[in-house]
């Protein structure tokens, strides 16, 4: 059976087994091409969901990270002056302590220094004392230049003797 429509001839045979064609391709395309493929993008949805899912929980916890990190570091950086400001405090009571000793040597040795230098005027003075009347009876003998100075050397010692009274 052939129709003739506006000039065209369509069989009807030919055209319900093209429906029947077209609607059996469609179930096919569903079942086996668009319903896999709709599925396997389903899943890929649900899969990029669950990754930026992931990443949002993966910066949380990087943030939170960070906020610890940075305590710590000022935690560590507080020590770290307490343990700086102990070392020199030490620094300086050790400084002060070596300083004292030092002082305290130095006077040690100053006083030493003095006292002998005492020790050694004193002994000076008694050896110009015990040499003063010879050294007068030679100043006396150069002036006078005569012996009688040499053999009145007790009396020139009396006379030392009474000047230093």
Sequence with gaps: MIIEIVGLAISVPEFIWTIINFFLLMFLLNQFLYKPVLKFMDERQTRIDAGLAQGKEAEKAMTESKAGFAEELAQSGAEAREIISAARGKAEQAKSERLNAAHAEAADIHNDVYRRIEGEEAEAKK?????????????????????????????IASCINAAKE
């Design 127 to 155: 050896s110009v004392e015990d040499s003063m009347p010879e050294l007068v009876a030679i100043l006396s003998q150069q002036l006078l230049h005569s012996d009688e100075a040499v053999q009145n050397g007790e009396l």
